[in-house]
């Protein structure tokens, strides 16, 4: 069973940064992408960003593109999400989520199997 347990979360200023980090364990196969989204209180789940496991794509939201930026480093198993020049609006509940699927759209919450239970970021103004 894949778990992944997020952390890297907590209360900054607007303009301040933070970098989340996603541990992933319990992989019987090769994962094909993961991915972060976030969920502010009373909103859906939305996209933030992705990566495939494979290769250098990394796509990203309109609302953060330039600002965020989504790594990984595949020996540990681990993906990264460095959030610079946060804005109030970015205060979220962060989750990250795997697929073990081969998909050619990763902005979708239904292209993903495993999800982690998510680490609160507040930016105040």
């Known amino acids: 069973q894949v778990q992944l347990v997020e952390s890297g979360g907590g209360l900054v200023q607007a303009g301040d940064s933070l970098r989340l980090s996603c541990a992933a364990s319990g992989r019987a196969f090769g994962t094909y992408a993961m991915g972060w989204f976030r969920q502010a209180p009373g909103k859906e789940r939305e996209f933030v960003a992705a990566?495939?496991?494979?290769?250098?794509?990394?796509y990203y939201a309109d609302s953060v593109k330039g600002r965020f930026t989504i790594s990984r480093d595949n020996a540990k198993n681990t993906v990264y999400l460095q959030m610079n020049s946060l804005k109030p609006e970015d205060t979220a509940v962060y989750h990250c989520a795997e697929t073990l699927r081969a998909t050619f759209n990763v902005r979708p919450l239904s292209a993903y199997d495993y999800w982690g239970q998510g680490t609160q970021v507040t930016v105040s103004s």
């Open positions: 990566i495939r496991w494979t290769g250098s794509s990394t």
